[in-house]
C-alpha cells in the first residue's frame, strides 16, 4: 500500500508541474502560485488521510482527521483567495490532482 501512496505523491507532482507551466504561460506568476499551493495541499491531504487508515486499522472511528482536512483545504482556499481570483482557480485544479492521481493510477492497472 505504501508503494501505491508514493505512486500517487509522484502522480500529483507530476500534474502539478505541467499545470504550473501552463498557468505559467497564460497568466502571471503570482497567480500560477495557487496551483503550486494546491498541488502541496493535495499531497499533505493524502498523507494525512494515509495516515487515518492506518490509524482506523488500529482503534475505534475518529472524525478528528476528517474535520481537520476540510479545515486544511479552507485555509489553502483563503490563501489563493487573497493571492486573487485567479490563484484561487490555481488552488482548486492543484488540489483536485489528488482525485486525479487517483483516476490515472486507476485506469494504468497499478
Known sequence: MKNLIKRMIVTIAVL??????????????KDALGVLIGGTGAVLNLM???????KIGNSKKSKKGFYSRYAFN????LVGGLISIKALIGVFIGLLNLKLSAFIIGLRGE
Open 74 to 77: 479552507a485555509a489553502i482556499f
Open 16 to 29: 502539478t508541474a505541467i499545470e504550473f507551466a501552463i498557468f505559467s504561460i497564460f497568466f502571471t506568476l
Open 48 to 54: 494525512s488521510l494515509w495516515k487515518d487508515v492506518e
